[in-house]
């Protein structure tokens, strides 16, 4: 079993960035794809980006060009940078890791205002 956490949500203004991290308890090596999903009230929580072990990325149409998913497996830790954020991109952000089972954090809250 693996324990995610994410930390560098926040408030921020629209075309400015953030860097979202998620920190996992075991090694990360092994664990087949790490991703980062996005949830609004009202709407199902959705893809938007995800890094396979062999460092394979896949991102949602809608950060395409925007946004950078990174795998440290020396640190345990998976990112994303966020930049030009757009209002629509305000979210609770999850961390997700898939290993045999579907492991997820508790969510960081991303605000971006126009």
């Known amino acids: 079993q693996v324990q995610l956490v994410e930390s560098g949500g926040g408030l921020v203004q629209a075309g400015e960035s953030l860097r979202l991290s998620c920190a996992a308890s075991?090694?990360?090596?092994?664990?087949?794809?790490m991703g980062w999903y996005r949830q609004v009230p009202g709407k199902q929580r959705e893809l938007v980006a995800s890094i396979a072990a062999g460092g394979r990325t896949k991102y949602a149409e809608f950060v395409k060009g925007r946004f950078t998913i990174s795998r440290d497996n020396a640190k345990n830790t998976v990112d994303l940078q966020m930049n030009s954020l757009k209002s629509e991109d305000t979210g609770v952000y999850y961390c997700n890791a898939l290993w045999g089972l579907s492991y997820w954090g508790q969510g960081t809250q991303v605000t971006v205002s126009s």
């Open positions: 075991e090694s990360i090596f092994s664990i087949d794809v």
